[in-house]
């Protein structure tokens, strides 16, 4: 039996036999990564001693619980929160290249942060606040450009094209990337800097502070789109059959956006752009469970995963120094996507 039926509160889930024994398989592999980020940093520390600084004793307990532990949890959150915001458009657009940060979301929220920083005081709220505006208005303006302006006066999204909603994405990417340069290099030194290093994605100094508000939005987001999961499978069958089985498109497709945008703009905020871990983990993910379209839960741990082993890589490739993240996973997404389209291109 390759489906297993879970039961709860009166309800019925079912769930492939495959995709639970790849959630434990990554959820160990969450636990070994995230011991070794614990243990691992200037001074290497035992896993006893983990431990022991976890439950409030030791020598080691500043260090682990209050440096590391953050950042273990950081690069948890955010990835599973981008993995999912990667599978929502790639099933809005039904194109392996449908990711945020391929058409123009992150930029958008680096965008508003960005003008936070310079125009504003750019404390946490306002970065947070301007990074969704920046990507709201982001996906509003790609959603415009990418629909049938006759079909959209009807009122409907179903003339959404994923193909068209990309290859515009990538053109307002490249508007917003110059956008940013531009602002970044008529700020004033200071700030240029700071936005500059932010720019590329890192979860250097990121600490409780940094993580608490941004965990509840990111959870809260989350159970949004689990509660949306079925329908959103529904419709990643076709707009015929979505419709014949009772799932409403227009306000499913606007849900779905919101959350994307919000996910990725929480994590912007907080981290900076951390680029293709969207992309890549939600089609990693799929293959791994060998299942039909682009299921979240899968989405969600191999961004965990994948986040996590950039991070690590991060941290040791040039050690006592630590790069950002947002490097190795550029470099790592790079060799994807150019797999990705020598894929596509011999399928076609």
């Known amino acids: ?6 039961r709860a509160g009166g309800r019925a889930l079912p769930v492939r036999r495959r995709t639970l024994v790849l959630s434990a398989v990554m959820v160990a592999a969450m636990f070994g990564l995230g011991l070794l980020g614990l243990c691992y940093g200037a001074d290497w520390v035992t896993p006893a001693d983990v431990a022991a600084a976890l439950a409030g004793t030791g020598d080691h307990v500043i260090v682990v619980r209050d440096w590391r532990l953050p950042r273990v949890l950081a690069a948890l959150v955010f990835g599973a929160a981008l993995g999912v915001s990667g599978a929502i458009f790639q099933n809005v657009t039904r194109n392996p290249m449908g990711s945020p ?15 936070a920083m310079t ?4 404390t946490s ?7 969704v505006l920046g990507g709201l208005v982001t996906a509003a303006a790609v959603y415009l450009l990418a629909t049938d302006s006759r079909r959209r006066s009807r009122g ?3 003339s959404l094209s994923g193909l068209r909603l990309i290859v515009i994405g990538i053109a307002v990417n490249a508007v917003l990337n110059a956008l940013n340069s531009w602002i970044v290099l ?4 200071e700030v240029a800097m700071a936005a500059h290093g932010w720019s590329v994605g890192s979860l250097n100094g990121v600490d409780w502070a940094d993580l608490t508000v941004p965990s509840w939005i990111i959870g809260v987001l989350l159970a949004v789109m689990a509660a949306r999961a079925h329908s959103m499978h529904q419709a990643a069958l076709g707009d015929a059959v979505a419709a014949t089985t009772g799932v409403g498109l227009d306000r499913l497709r606007l849900v779905m956006v919101l959350v994307g945008v919000g996910l990725t703009a929480t994590v912007t905020a907080v981290a900076g752009p951390i680029v293709f871990i969207a992309l890549a983990a939600p ?16 989405a969600a741990l191999t961004g965990a995963v994948l986040l996590q082993v950039a991070d690590l890589t991060a941290q040791a490739l040039l050690a006592p120094a630590s790069l950002p993240v947002g490097v190795v996973t550029t470099a790592i997404g790079g060799c994807y996507l150019i797999w990705l389209l020598t894929q596509e291109v011999r399928r076609r």
């Open 186 to 189: 008529r700020a004033e030194l």
């Open 156 to 158: 409907t999204v179903a």
């Open 283 to 298: 089609q990693i993910g799929r293959r791994l469970a060998r299942a039909p379209g682009v299921p979240l839960l899968p």
């Open 1 to 6: 039996m390759s489906t297993i039926v879970l």
């Open 125 to 131: 709220v306002q970065l947070a606040t301007s990074s």
């Open 119 to 122: 125009l504003l005081s750019g």
């Open 101 to 115: 940060d391929v058409i123009g979301l992150d930029e958008g929220a680096y965008t508003g942060a960005l003008v």
